[in-house]
């Protein structure tokens, strides 16, 4: 049984797939090229487009020693595509020879591939005679070995010359589905009964996730719709106990702002721990609608403002906050086994300049904490400029902050140092950077 269930076509599939991967390498986002695929198509082309993004490295070396001068966009898309699925058999997700006799399908009935159609044959048919060779030449080029940019590669070994193995091979791995039990309506261990009552296996995992052994769809998890639990990865979990612990014995209701607030996940688990006025701000109107969907299964009040958080004059009321979230715009070099598309749209420029916009941020969100107060910066990336890069900067420039004890770096695939993890566990994390300040009473 092939590993992706064929619904339709396989010829058209690889269609579709070679035109998500054509848009993400003009700038789309690989989520954005996908909501347009034919819904009929989506599943098994999201599937076989994540197969591809993890793989792309090696497939564009591999097209480049079968063709010296790049071909047409869409017949280039479509060969790396086959390549990308078909280079190691024991990965393949079809039998390789189905794979190259559909991709030639595709291209024949495509309109902006079809005058290529023949050399498409001819690079695929050689592909299948001299694949050992082809893959042991390209072995030699780091993009086809670790399935990032170069830049990316020399930037992670440079920062983490003794990780950067584990942080790469992790990113291509598929992420567990991670929940996050709502502990005002039960207890993980109680959630976890009714899983395995539901015939779903998971084990906890810190204070309140439960990783899945094999993923489902949301429908079948009991108490979905209730709001007794939601999808998220267990770094993101740690956000909101981070901000609220020690803070929350307080006698009056908190202020707490959720500053770039969407999909909501986080602000759901703030509102899930405190009995405050929680506001969620995002500057993107579509992206709010995201925030209250998934806010009105848990059935909790939130403010959501549809406002950029650099212009508060735009939208605060000008009261202090009590705590504050900055979960910062960044280059979510941390979730790409979650995101496989992210490491081809990122180029090392965008690094420098979200730092600058996180910069920013923090000063200008800093200045509605009231003293006592707190502000957690965070951010899903790996990369030092988003992470304690920043924490030297902003501390230099307020002397009214204090650091309090932060996980710091989270990185995917690599022990977790003494004190960053409850129990030192091996980190099953995505890459995120925790730093907690404090303003200093008046």
Not at 121 to 138: G, H, I, P, S, Y
Not at 200 to 222: W, Y
Request: hydrophobic letters at 45%; a neutral charge; one cysteine or more.
């Amino acid at each position: 049984m092939n590993k992706i269930e064929e619904r339709v076509p396989l010829w058209r599939q690889l269609q579709s797939t070679a035109a998500v991967i054509q848009s993400v390498r003009t700038g789309l986002s690989g989520t954005a090229a996908i909501e347009e695929v034919p819904t009929e198509l989506r599943p098994g082309v999201q599937a076989l487009a994540f197969h591809v993004w993890r793989n792309l490295g090696r497939a564009e070396a591999l097209r480049r020693e079968l063709a010296l001068k790049s071909p047409p966009p869409a017949a280039d898309a479509l060969l790396c595509v086959a390549l990308a699925l078909a280079w190691c058999d024991a990965d393949a997700p079809y039998d390789v020879h189905t794979l190259v006799n559909q991709t030639v399908e595709a291209a024949k009935r495509s309109a902006s591939a079809r005058a290529q159609a023949n050399f498409v044959n001819a690079c695929l048919r050689r592909f299948l005679r001299e694949r050992d060779a082809l893959v042991a030449k390209t072995d030699a080029d780091s993009v086809a070995l670790w399935n990032h940019p170069k830049w990316w590669v020399e930037r992670v070994q440079r920062e983490r010359p003794q990780q950067w193995r584990d942080i790469l091979a992790m990113a291509n791995t598929h992420a567990p589905m991670t929940l996050r039990v709502n502990v005002r309506k039960i207890t993980p261990n109680d959630y976890l009964q009714a899983l395995l009552r539901a015939g779903i296996v998971g084990r906890i995992f810190g204070a309140s996730a439960i990783i899945l052994e094999h993923p489902v769809s949301v429908q079948s998890l009991p108490g979905f719709d209730d709001g007794l639990v939601s999808v998220q990865d267990a770094a993101a979990q740690l956000a909101a106990p981070l901000l609220l612990n020690g803070i929350l014995q307080s006698n009056r209701k908190l202020r707490v702002l959720d500053a770039c607030a969407a999909p909501g996940g986080k602000t759901g688990h703030l509102l899930e721990l405190t009995e405050g006025e929680v506001t969620a701000l995002e500057v993107d109107p579509r992206r709010c609608v995201r925030i209250n969907q998934n806010i009105t299964r848990l059935n909790l009040p939130v403010r959501v403002l549809t406002a950029d958080a650099l212009k508060p004059q735009d939208w605060w009321d000008g009261q202090p906050y009590d705590a504050i979230l900055l979960d910062a715009p960044c280059t979510a070099s941390g979730i790409v086994r979650r995101h496989p598309d992210v490491r081809w749209l990122r180029r090392e420029s965008d690094v420098d300049q979200l730092a600058a916009l996180q910069q920013k941020m923090l000063q200008t969100l800093w200045a509605l904490v009231r003293p006592g107060g707190r502000l957690l910066y965070c951010t899903c990336s790996i990369f030092l400029a988003e992470g304690g890069g920043q924490v030297k900067t902003f501390l230099a420039h307020n002397t009214d902050a204090g650091l309090l004890p932060s996980p710091g770096h989270l990185l995917p695939g690599t022990h977790a140092n003494p004190g960053e993890v409850p129990d030192n566990q091996p980190s099953d994390y995505d890459g995120f950077y925790y730093a907690l300040f404090q303003k200093q009473m008046a």
